[in-house]
């Protein structure tokens, strides 16, 4: 059984078809028509859908998206900014109308972290979490096996959280580090790739700059891990690319902000989902949503 899979993006949809078992078996990228608003995206969709049809059999539509959505009627609620107008759409009922098939939704961090359970760094993991670090900070809540959405379908959004008097993802995320570090240097770097490899050159500027973000960084998922308890916690986003090193300095920051007894109670992964996690994810929750 193949499905076609959309992940949605404020910059770029990426589609294709997706087997059940979560292989990609193609996937195409187009740009998100976002200046011509909420419509002009579920009319692409539409668009879309119609084409890949012609060219083979599916058996339903698995979307994720950027945004907070309801994942149960389908309408995007809110934090779609990206897309003037993206909010209070439904891409999931257009679809079912449109084409009678059955159409699943969810967040695009969800559908990451479904992935991840499914595929990929948190295979066998009842519960677990995934920590998104990009320009912001997002994640997935897995528990029992299960995304919890929380009641509004804001759950996960702990970018926002204030520790020291100041907003996590706007200091702990990739900005954040590209941002302290050019006040440091007079504007010396154009990415984060730039600054660790100033930190990889020992630096040492850039070196107690990255070694404050690893602190606050840490001091973040170390409240998560308090507060959920989790298996495991899977981190994406770029800074993955880092590899064992990043993970090694990540662990030990993180077990220095953890009392003794939750120490080494969650492991700490790289997601390794791949780059069509959102698209696998959404599957997954297309099967779970149409219970297979």
């Known amino acids: 059984m193949n499905l076609l899979a959309f992940d949605i993006g404020g910059t770029q949809i ?4 997706v087997s059940n078992a979560g292989e990609v078996l193609s996937a195409t990228v187009v740009d998100t028509p976002k200046y011509a608003g909420g419509e002009a995206v579920i009319e692409l969709l539409r668009e879309l859908t119609r ?3 012609s060219q083979h059999v599916i058996a339903g539509i698995a979307i994720s998206t950027f945004g907070l959505v309801d994942a149960y009627s389908g309408l995007i609620l809110g934090a779609a900014e990206a897309v003037e107008g993206y909010a209070g759409t439904s891409p999931k009922a257009a ?8 159409v699943s939704i969810d967040n695009d961090v969800n559908c990451v972290a479904l992935a991840e359970g ?4 948190a295979q066998g993991a009842a519960h677990y979490i995934a920590i998104a670090i990009g320009t912001g900070i997002g994640g997935g809540i897995v528990l029992n096996h299960q995304i919890y959405r929380g009641s509004r379908a804001a ?3 702990w970018g926002y959280m204030k520790i020291a008097g100041v907003i996590w993802e706007d200091h702990a995320s990739m900005r954040g580090l590209l941002a302290a570090a050019n006040v440091k240097m007079q504007n010396q770097f154009a990415n ?3 600054v660790f490899a100033a930190y990889d050159a020992q630096d040492p500027v850039v ?3 990255v070694k404050d973000w690893f602190k606050l960084l840490a001091t973040g998922i170390a409240n998560l891990i308090y507060a959920f308890n989790p298996e495991r916690v899977v981190i994406g986003g770029g800074i993955s690319a880092r590899g064992t090193a990043f993970l090694r300095e990540l662990n030990m920051a993180i077990n220095a902000e953890l009392l003794p007894d939750f120490q080494g109670m969650t492991d700490i992964v790289l997601a390794s989902a791949g780059n069509h996690a959102g698209m696998i994810g959404a599957v997954r929750n297309w099967l779970q949503s149409n219970k297979y």
Do not use: D, H, N
């Open 14 to 17: 990426k589609y294709g078809i």
């Open 51 to 53: 084409t890949m049809m």
């Open 95 to 102: 679809l079912e109308k449109e084409f009678g098939l059955p």
């Open 118 to 121: 499914w595929l990929g760094a």
């Open 155 to 157: 759950a996960g959004e």
């Open 192 to 194: 984060g790739r730039e």
């Open 207 to 209: 070196s107690a700059v």
